[in-house]
Every structure is written in structure tokens, then in C-alpha cells.
């Protein structure tokens, strides 16, 4: 429940300090094959370009995960 209520109260902080008055819209390319540096770059550069604020300086980031098939 605490973390809800914080995630809601930064929510709410983050679009009252959003620097940016009108979000840009932006055509996202298959990345398929990029080099995982590559994406991470452009990802957080489309998400800069949407959403800055001190919140999303302070505790945004970027989280990848990887499906991995044949262990079993």
C-alpha cells in the first residue's frame, strides 16, 4: 500500500513539474537486432523528448529483460 500511495504522489509531482508543454509525437522503429546499447540510447532519448521533470531525473530508469527458450 506505501508503495502505491508513493508511486501516486510522484505521479502526480512529476506531471505538475514536466518541462515540456507539448509532447512530441514519436513513431517507434522495430529494434530488432540493434545492439542492446543502441536501443537503451534512443529509448531514453524518446523518453526525454515526452517526460522531463525532477522526478524523472531523480527515479526514472530503464529495465530490459530477455526471454531465454531451450533450458528446459
Known amino acids: 500500500?506505501?508503495?502505491?500511495?508513493?508511486g501516486f504522489l510522484l505521479d502526480g509531482l512529476h506531471e505538475d513539474l514536466d518541462r515540456?508543454?507539448?509532447?512530441?509525437?514519436?513513431?517507434?522503429?522495430?529494434?530488432?537486432g540493434w545492439p542492446d546499447a543502441e536501443v537503451v540510447r534512443i529509448s531514453w532519448k524518446y523518453h526525454k523528448a515526452r517526460f522531463d521533470s525532477i522526478i524523472v531525473n531523480?527515479?526514472?530508469?530503464?529495465?530490459?529483460s530477455r526471454l531465454v527458450s531451450g533450458l528446459f
Open 1 to 6: 500500500m506505501r508503495q502505491e500511495l508513493l
Open 58 to 64: 531523480l527515479f526514472h530508469g530503464q529495465l530490459t
Open 20 to 32: 515540456i508543454i507539448k509532447m512530441p509525437y514519436i513513431e517507434w522503429s522495430n529494434f530488432d
